[in-house]
């Protein structure tokens, strides 16, 4: 079974700043999805970045973008230029890749405050 | 498009009443997942339709948990009777046959005091 951990709780970031959120996992899967979503107070669940697995380029989104180490089991998520409405949890998710979707495997989220 | 929907959006109940939370998944999309957070605690997978059909169903933490998704639409989740663990919230999640593309709702806060 896959798992994925997230081991920073709670992290601040002064707005216009930059912040890099953790994130490794454990699969024996050699095909997956890593993805990073973010739950603002709103309570939505917004799909920030996406990275294929046999991808080797980082994938990036504006000021969003992704540090992938697939050798390490490493997907960490930079967030560039910090904005206020950045506020919110970050859940970091795996899905392995069959024929179609299947379930995401979540971490347990960074709640990440932004400061003006 | 309209995205997914889910109502109520938070429901407070007693210990071994009944709740039934619903889901309306993107119009067109095949697979509908639910996903539950218990406070502090990692998004837990309940279980998955495909259409009309329970694809998989593992999540599903005991027998006082009863989903539907009638005709491939709309889907229901029941729980009955509540207990107070069942506290949290319950995302509905959709997707169209091909890998990565999910939609969450806004998920329904569920309070068993």
């Known amino acids: 079974a896959q798992k994925i951990t997230q081991t920073q709780p709670g992290m601040f970031v002064q707005e216009k700043e930059a912040v890099t959120l953790d994130c490794t996992y454990d699969t024996s899967e050699s095909n997956y999805y890593l993805f990073w979503y973010k739950q603002p107070p709103s309570r939505q669940m917004i799909l920030v970045i996406r990275?294929?697995?046999?991808?080797?380029q980082n994938a990036t989104e504006n000021r969003f973008s992704v540090n992938f180490q697939k050798a390490a089991k490493s997907f960490s998520l930079k967030i560039s230029d910090s904005q206020l409405g950045d506020t919110a949890m970050y859940f970091c998710?795996?899905?392995?890749?069959?024929?179609?979707?299947?379930?995401?495997?979540f971490g347990k989220g960074t709640r990440l405050s932004v400061i003006a | 498009e309209a995205g997914v929907t889910q109502f109520p959006s938070h429901s407070v109940i007693e210990k071994g009443q009944t709740v039934t939370l619903r889901c309306d998944p993107i119009?067109?999309?095949?697979?509908l997942y639910w996903y539950r957070r218990v406070m502090g605690k990692e998004i837990k997978f309940l279980l998955h339709?495909?259409?009309?059909?329970?694809?998989?169903e593992s999540g599903m933490p005991n027998n006082r948990f009863l989903a539907e998704r009638t005709g491939g639409t709309y889907s229901t989740l029941k729980v009955q009777p509540a207990e107070l663990e069942d506290s949290g919230v319950y995302f509905c999640a959709s997707s169209p046959f091909s890998a990565g593309g999910y939609t969450f709702g806004s998920g329904t806060r569920l309070t068993v005091v």
């Open positions: 339709f495909v259409k009309e059909s329970k694809q998989d």
């Open positions: 998710a795996f899905m392995k890749l069959l024929s179609g979707n299947t379930p995401l495997v």
């Open positions: 990275q294929e697995a046999y991808k080797q």
């Open positions: 119009s067109g999309h095949d697979n």
